[in-house]
């Protein structure tokens, strides 16, 4: 789990980020910490010169900028759009994260302190669409843990529940979700939990919360009214696959509650890997659990790797029926 209590080393920002309301409370904040002037939150040729082996270092780093990119994507599976939002990048070291898109660029944790401007266009933006829609706020990055530092996800949740229409969701592989449970979020939170069997958690999920909190923080949210949603994902096929993913079903099973088992809904997403992830893992993680297996895995698109597709319908079919049979009835919306 991050030690969030040291965190960050250090602070690299824009001039323009310090006035934003957001900006000043986390200069206060973080005061005490170095303080790095940046043209642009988008390239910084310092970083960006570090070598591979140097990657848990910038994880460490706090960035701060102004987002311009507001564009929605459509998207077909939870939600309609993708929506940029507060943040981007994240300060676990998840050894497959897709985020990781191009070396030093995309590694930290960047923070956007225009959150009001995004807050308008989202809210705007759900007023006045046809049907209700729901707005994934939390594809580029995890808003559990942004909220440890900046507290804005509770700030959006009361913002939406107030003045929007629709739903938003999001995402999260941690735990940390006690401010949140008594919000007036008026039903308009979709919250997702990621899971995986203990070990990938452990070796592979480096820095995020371990698999007994996840369920639990699962369990309080939707006590406290949340929709809930449980990722499977990614689903990484180690020597043993069934019996981690076996064990795992049967482990929520027993520990999810009735009311998540009632209402929650599953989506399966089996890995895709890099070869920029490979780079910077070989050389930042050197006794890391190897996930890339040339064996069973195919090129699939510029630089990018996923399973052989008869070893992932074998992984799919297995799933299904496991699924079936200790969860019941709970739905899976799609695998990927």
Request: charged share 25%; glycine share 6%.
């Amino acid at each position: 789990m991050l030690d969030l209590k040291s965190f960050p080393d250090a602070v690299y920002y824009e001039p323009e980020a310090l006035k934003y309301p957001l900006g000043r409370l986390l200069r206060e904040k973080y005061g005490d910490k170095p303080w790095i002037e940046i043209e642009s939150h988008n390239s910084i040729p310092e970083l960006q010169k570090r070598q591979n082996r140097e990657f848990p270092k910038l994880k460490r780093l706090l960035i701060l900028g102004v987002r311009k990119t507001h564009k929605y994507v459509p998207n077909h599976k939870v939600s309609n759009f993708l929506v940029p939002f507060t943040s981007s990048g994240c300060s676990a070291m998840c050894l497959y994260c897709y985020l990781v898109c191009n070396y030093n660029k995309c590694s930290y944790l960047r923070i956007f302190v225009n959150r009001e401007q995004m807050m308008e266009r989202l809210i705007g933006e759900s007023i006045k669409a046809d049907t209700p829609q729901t707005f994934e706020i939390g594809s580029n990055s995890d808003l559990i843990l942004e909220n440890q530092i900046t507290d804005n996800l509770t700030w959006i949740i009361e913002n939406f529940g107030a003045q929007g229409r629709g739903t938003i969701t999001f995402p999260t592989k941690f735990s940390m979700v006690e401010s949140l449970l008594n919000l007036n979020h008026q039903g308009k939170v979709l919250f997702r939990m990621s899971i995986n069997p203990e070990e990938i958690v452990r070796r592979v999920e480096i820095g995020t919360s371990p698999l007994s909190d996840r369920i639990r923080a699962l369990n309080n949210m939707c006590d406290a009214g949340y929709r809930v949603g449980i990722l499977l994902a990614p689903v990484i096929m180690l020597p043993g696959w069934r019996d981690m993913y076996g064990s795992l079903l049967e482990r929520l099973a027993s520990e999810l509650s009735e009311k998540v088992k009632r209402e929650a809904f599953i989506e399966i997403i089996f890995m895709t890997y890099s070869f920029v992830q490979n780079f910077i893992n070989t050389e930042a993680f050197p006794h890391a659990l190897q996930i890339f297996d040339r064996e069973s895995m195919t090129g699939r698109g510029r630089g990018k790797y996923c399973y052989r597709e008869p070893l992932r319908e074998e992984g799919e079919a297995f799933l299904r029926e496991k699924t079936k049979q200790s969860l019941g009835d709970m739905p899976i919306l799609y695998v990927v």
